[in-house]
Each structure stands twice: as C-alpha cells, then as structure tokens.
C-alpha cells in the first residue's frame, strides 16, 4: 500500500471508529449503562459495509477538517477545506 493509500484508510479507520463511539455511547445512554464490546461486534456487522459506501460518496474523505466531523459522512459542507496532505503522500 503506498503512502496516499495508506493515508486514506487511516482516515477511513479513525472516521469509522468515531462513529462506533458515538453510537455507543448513544445506545449507552438508553439503556444506562455500558453496551460492551458485544455492541461494536453487531455494529460492524451491521454497518460496517454501509458505512463504508457512504464514506466513498462524501467529501470527508478529502477533507482537512476530517478529524472533527468526518464519521458525518457529509456529501456536501459548507466548512469543507481540501486536505493538502493528501498531495504530500
């Protein structure tokens, strides 16, 4: 994998994982306590593949702000800024 390959699945992976976080926590928050790992299992099973389409289809992926807001999966943002550090890998 080179370093622009490498470079985007990390973001993928780090957006994925926030997004895991969150809904636990969520789901936390219903039923009062921790879900456990058994709830990251069942979202993956669950998600992962939609997740994945949708991150192919938003502009999070090339975006600077990635870390902030990219398990949004935003198609189109107004606060988008393209990640320059793209170029450099």
Do not use: T
Not at 9 to 35: H, T, V
Not at 65 to 81: P, T, Y
Request: proline content about 1%; glycine content about 4%.
């Amino acid at each position: 994998m080179d370093k622009k390959k490498a470079y985007h699945f990390c973001k993928f992976l780090k957006s994925q994982m926030d997004a895991i976080e969150m809904a636990k926590w969520y789901r936390g928050e219903e039923i009062n306590r921790d879900p456990g790992h058994q709830f990251i299992l069942e979202w993956i099973d669950k998600n992962a593949s939609n997740f994945r389409r949708d991150w192919d289809k938003s502009c999070c992926q090339h975006c600077y702000k990635w870390k902030n807001c990219g398990h949004m999966l935003k198609v189109e943002c107004q606060n988008f800024k393209f990640d320059d550090e793209e170029n450099e890998n």
